[in-house]
């Protein structure tokens, strides 16, 4: 930069000196030109050409001259350039002094925190060191545990192997003594399947003797008709479920089907239908209460010939024959004695009190 500046001087101090020399030559050329008073006539034709020559070193030297001005005039401006551009430069020197005393600065905190954590680091390290001479120590304990405890296990698979060997043997004689309870327990379950079937015939046999006054002698034909009967109504149970199932999802779901009204409305007449009879066969379905169970019921029908009372409970409500029950308040109170029982109805006589006095729809009570 400083040789650059030099060198605009020379250009300078060049252009002062021919400015200066312009100056002296245009005066002359002012004082040539000026009118004198006298003509004066030459007669040396020598003198002439040099005055010619003369004037043409003078012209020449005024080109000369102008040349020198727009020369200077065109170092001036490349000086003021080069000033803006000293300028600008020193503007950029400045910032980047600048940015250079904060990268410094910078430079130094990040020293500093470097050097924190160095320290940090160095005491996690000595912190690092006595753990893991603790663990060491943890290490060498567990081994020894660990060989203790191979002892122990060397011990007890000793005991183990004893033990199988007893088992065994123990084992070998309560399978003998397991084959021969065996044994005796198929002739057991045997006549305990005879003795069943006995006490199911015999409990039929039963039943039929408090239902009919008769004893009634069953087979074996008639443990498999009930066997049957018991898995019919089992399925049939089951069947039932599936198509409530069925028409509890068509109900909801018929106006969504597009079908034509009348197609709804044989579609609607169907399901009723058929859950008509699912309700009418789970009523068959469902087992018969046990007599001590039967509280009440209502007057159904009253027949004068023959003088009959038919009842709304039947034999799945609990109602037997012979069975006594009353109606009326304690004024009037009316006992009847059931005679004919059918799965939903039964059909009872009045043995004390007066049957005018009961009506359709009264309720009947078991005697306690």
């Known amino acids: 930069m400083q040789k650059k500046l030099k060198k605009y001087w020379k250009f300078l101090g060049t252009g002062c000196i021919l400015t ?4 002296a030559l245009c005066v002359c050329a002012a004082e040539d030109a000026k009118p004198a008073s006298v003509t004066v ?5 020598e003198m002439e050409s040099e005055l010619a020559a003369n004037k043409k070193e003078l012209a020449r030297l005024r080109t000369e001259v102008e040349r020198l001005k727009a020369e200077a005039g065109k170092l001036r401006t490349e000086n003021i350039q080069k000033q803006t551009e000293n300028a600008q430069k020193t503007a950029e020197l400045q910032r980047l002094a600048k940015e250079k005393t904060a990268l410094e600065a910078h430079l130094t905190a990040a ?3 470097i050097q924190r954590r160095k320290d940090e680091f160095s005491g996690m390290k000595v912190d690092l060191e006595a753990e893991l001479t603790v663990l060491k120590r943890e290490t060498k304990r567990r081994q020894d545990e660990i060989s203790g405890l191979k002892a122990e296990i060397a011990k007890l698979k000793n005991e183990v192997s004893k033990s199988t060997t007893e088992l065994q043997a123990e084992n070998s004689l309560l399978a003998d003594t397991n084959q021969n309870l065996r044994s005796e327990l198929l002739d057991t379950l045997e006549r305990c399947a005879r003795l069943s079937d006995r006490v199911k015939r015999m409990e039929q046999s039963a039943a039929g003797v408090l239902e009919n006054l008769a004893p009634v002698y069953s087979g074996v034909r008639e443990n498999e008709l009930a066997d049957a009967l018991d898995l019919t109504m089992k399925s049939g149970m089951k069947l039932v479920a599936k198509s409530t ?3 509890e999802m068509l109900y909801p779901k018929i106006e969504k089907l597009g ?3 009348v197609e ?6 169907a399901l009723d239908a058929l859950s008509t009879e699912n309700q009418s066969f789970a009523r068959l379905s469902v087992p018969s209460v046990l007599p001590e169970q039967f509280k009440k019921c209502r007057v159904l029908e009253i027949s004068e010939t023959p003088e009959m009372i038919v ?11 012979n069975m006594s ?6 004024q009037k109170i009316c006992v009847l004695r059931v005679v004919a029982v059918r799965p939903f109805v039964s059909a009872a006589v009045v043995v004390k009190g007066n049957s005018s006095e009961l009506g359709v729809g009264q309720e009947v009570r078991a005697m306690q």
């Open 20 to 23: 200066v020399l312009f100056t």
């Open 41 to 45: 006539q030459l007669a040396d034709p």
């Open 325 to 330: 029950l009353q109606a009326g308040t304690d």
């Open 264 to 269: 709804k409305a044989r579609l609607r007449v």
């Open 111 to 113: 020293k500093q925190e």
């Open 245 to 247: 199932n069925v028409c």
């Open 259 to 261: 079908l034509a009204d």
């Open 311 to 321: 009842l709304n409970a039947g034999y799945r409500d609990g109602v037997r024959v």
